[in-house]
């Protein structure tokens, strides 16, 4: 199994910055990416960015490009969102999931709320 603990939501005014952190244990060499999702209130869960573990290739929602950069630490099995220019829109919780291949998304962490004030 893996186990995926988020870290650095909070609340920012418009056009403020914040980073999320994911941090993974347990299985890690058994991840072939990580991706990070965001609930907002009455909303579907929705995708916002993932990666590749190995070759570090990322892909982005439409509504978060240029706007969001996601990246790791494999030394510290770690992986971050950078998310800047936010917007109230971005507000929800954040959650980070692995995937043992290009499937689905099999571990999941308790994400971690982002919240921009207008």
């Known amino acids: 199994q893996v186990q995926l603990v988020e870290s650095g939501g909070g609340l920012v005014q418009a056009g403020g910055s914040l980073r999320l952190s994911c941090a993974a244990s347990g299985r890690t060499n058994t991840i072939y990416g990580m991706g990070w999702f965001r609930q907002a209130p009455g909303k579907e869960r929705e995708f916002v960015a993932s990666l590749i573990w190995s070759g570090g290739r990322t892909n982005y929602a439409d509504s978060v490009k240029g706007r969001f950069t996601v990246s790791r630490d494999n030394a510290e099995n770690t992986v971050y969102l950078q998310m800047n220019s936010l917007k109230p829109e971005d507000t929800a919780r954040y959650y980070c999931?692995?995937?043992?291949?290009?499937?689905?998304?099999?571990?999941w962490g308790q994400g971690t709320q982002v919240t921009v004030s207008s």
């Open positions: 999931a692995s995937r043992r291949s290009a499937g689905v998304y099999t571990y």
